[in-house]
T-cell receptor, first 113, second 113 residues
Framework: DAKTTQPTSMDCAEGRAANLPCNHS???????VYWYRQIHSQGPQYIIH???NNETNEMASLIITEDRKSSTLILPHATLRDTAVYYC??????????????FGQGTILTVHP | DAGVTQSPTHLIKTRGQQVTLRCSPK?????VSWYQQALGQGPQFIFQ???????QRGNFPDRFSGHQFPNYSSELNVNALLLGDSALYLC????????????FGEGSWLTVV
């Protein structure tokens, strides 16, 4: 699976949009971009994933660049409960690595009042 | 619809002992993966079970073994426990037929003393 690079930490004011970047310059054509978050002492929570088109769900939006070498997770109106570690993961969903996610260190997002 | 459930939530074992952790996948999922998360680190893939067989394995010693039952539930066994096995053990479930989303349980906290 391709390696991802994320900032170690980010801050965001409550009510503002949180934009979390991720670089995955070695991504291959059949690899998806997944985002998970983990609140202290809990299991990782699925947020969103995409292949090449931008995606939106009730939690967030995922913007993938046209060359697919980077992506941004957008939390449109951050709340204090969004404070967590956010992981960007590239995985060959449906391929030989199906179901295997390689986690990096993630981005610690802190939402301030 | 129950998500991924794990038991026990917390346990303490003595070095050299054996432990069994259990996981029930999300309804409709047939693939179970196990991860180990040491304090301050991202989750690390241990192995994956599908159709009652180990399909993929990460870089973990043979002391780590597993089993999947006909109802898709799974067990993780760790023999000859070491202090370094103290971690959060996460179970994740998925199904190719249900899409590419992988869901995690809340984990089992293992402390080896």
């Amino acid at each position: 699976d391709a390696k991802t690079t994320q900032p170690t930490s980010m801050d965001c004011a409550e009510g503002r949009a949180a934009n979390l970047p991720c670089n995955h310059s070695t991504i291959s054509g059949n690899e998806y971009v997944y985002w998970y978050r983990q609140i202290h002492s809990q299991g990782p929570q699925y947020i969103i994933h995409g292949l090449k088109n931008n995606e939106t769900n009730e939690m967030a939006s995922l913007i993938i660049t046209e060359d697919r070498k980077s992506s941004t997770l957008i939390l449109p109106h951050a709340t204090l409960r969004d404070t967590a570690v956010y992981y960007c993961i590239v995985s060959n969903a449906g391929g030989t690595s199906y179901g295997k996610l390689t986690f990096g260190q993630g981005t610690i997002l802190t939402v301030h009042p | 619809d129950a998500g991924v459930t794990q038991s026990p939530t917390h346990l303490i074992k003595t070095r050299g002992q054996q432990v069994t952790l259990r996981c029930s996948p999300k309804s409709g999922h047939d693939t179970v993966s196990w991860y180990q998360q040491a304090l301050g680190q991202g989750p690390q893939f241990i192995f994956q079970y599908y159709e009652e067989e180990e399909r993929q394995r990460g870089n973990f010693p043979d002391r780590f073994s597993g089993h999947q039952f006909p109802n898709y539930s799974s067990e993780l066994n760790v023999n000859a426990l070491l202090l370094g096995d103290s971690a959060l053990y996460l179970c994740a479930s998925s199904s190719l037929e249900s899409g590419n989303t992988i869901y995690f349980g809340e984990g089992s906290w293992l402390t080896v003393v």
